[in-house]
């Protein structure tokens, strides 16, 4: 590039402020446009396994790994399947230490992130209102307040809803049939020590009657968890009133009858705070023809299901890619143009492995194929350790 671009990222999520991060480290400046309030604005969701060759890669090239291992959870890598009565059909509990894919609070990951970057290069509160071009091959940020400022590269790291998105491609996601109610536990050591136990050092499993129950160990004794129901798009938000939090762990307990009681007490330990999550995805082999000045990251790139558990780690890598690729001293079209290129090859087999996890889950073989995968991944871990 004969002089360093102008970039702005939309969005402060994992892959944005990773993107962020590696560009500052190779001396591009960067400004970062969020629409949270702050940093701490509102709960970041669940927590994240980070991989080898994906996220934890971004991470090394970053050079924050000694920073991650500090507030990684590498103990809390366990996974359980249970049957609809409690019945244990799989659990990995006592290698989980010794896994390759460490759990991170996404809160946690976020802070780490902002701490790595220059001061000021996240405007908080500064929702995007509309990206325009400027007719010369660069393009205004539009926002919500009336400003704008004008960039060479806008990068799209804003999400399943884009704003973005729609001035590269005409896709949307689409409704998987799938949707979460999700719900959390605080305290779960001190307050509900038999659901601490039941969870483990990691993610319980539970499968049975077109239904499923998802728990999750994150960081300072709180589970995170999902009741999951493969039904119509509006069905959830119909059938549990979240305003209500009473009437809607009521209401998960009625749903899941039949299952076994230690499992419905997850219901019964639930927080106030509860949200329905429809599961949304874009089509396998999303891609775009190349637009100067503008690219996507992350699941505004191709969001998923998230059955392969592959999405902060494609996002974060996608972030590595892009970087390495400014960078390289090609032209900025011909970087950009490069990178898309390489991340619509490199995504299509997860997102087919994705879309299949979400065909299958919930169906009269899902909890048989979720024991087949999970002995499938022990039997790959054991293989290389003893490598």
Not at 299 to 309: E, I, K, L, R, T
Request: charge should be negative; proline fraction near 4%; hydrophobic fraction near 40%.
């Amino acid at each position: 590039m004969s002089h360093a671009p102008s970039i702005a990222i939309v969005g402060a999520g994992p892959g944005g402020l990773t993107l962020a991060t590696l560009l500052q480290r190779q001396g591009l400046s960067c400004t970062v446009y969020e629409r949270d309030e702050h940093a701490e604005h509102r709960p970041q969701g669940g927590t994240l396994d980070l991989h080898e060759g994906s996220g934890l890669l971004a991470l090394q090239q970053a050079g924050l790994m000694p920073e991650f291992t500090r507030i990684a959870r590498y103990e809390d890598q366990g996974t359980r399947l249970m049957d609809k009565d409690g019945r244990l059909l799989f659990a990995d509990d006592d290698d989980a230490a010794d896994g390759d894919r460490p759990e991170v609070d996404r809160s946690a990951l976020r802070r780490m992130l902002l701490e790595s970057l220059s001061p000021e290069t996240v405007r908080w509160n500064s929702g995007v209102r509309e990206i325009t071009s400027t007719g010369d091959g660069k393009w205004a940020v539009e926002l919500g307040d009336g400003t704008s400022a004008t960039y060479d590269l806008i990068v799209g790291a804003d999400g399943t809803w884009s704003r973005v998105r729609p001035l590269l491609s005409r896709y949307a996601p689409q409704y998987t049939g799938v949707s979460f109610i999700e719900f959390g536990i605080d305290e779960v050591d001190q307050r509900h020590p038999a659901l601490a136990a039941l969870v483990g050092r990691g993610k319980l499993w539970v499968e049975g009657d077109g239904k499923a129950i998802i728990a999750q160990r994150n960081g300072h004794s709180h589970i995170r968890a999902y009741a999951a129901f493969r039904v119509p798009v509006e069905w959830a938000t119909n059938r549990f009133d979240v305003s209500r939090p009473a009437r809607a762990r009521e209401q998960l307990v009625e749903e899941f009858d039949g299952f076994a009681p230690c499992l419905i007490d997850l219901f019964r330990a639930a927080g106030d705070r509860l949200a329905v999550r429809p599961i949304e995805a874009l089509p396998v082999g999303h891609h775009w023809p190349h637009r100067p000045g503008l690219t996507l990251i992350g699941d505004a790139a191709h969001v998923m299901s998230p059955f392969g558990g592959e999405g902060v780690n494609n996002a974060m890598l996608d972030a590595a890619e892009l970087a390495r690729h400014l960078a390289s001293g090609s032209s900025l079209s011909s970087a950009v143009a490069s990178y898309e290129s390489g991340m619509f090859e490199r995504v299509a087999a997860s997102a087919q492995g994705s879309a299949e996890g979400a065909a299958t889950f919930l169906s009269h073989v899902g909890q048989e194929l979720a024991l087949q995968t999970y002995r499938s991944h022990l039997d790959a871990r054991q293989q290389q350790a003893e490598q």
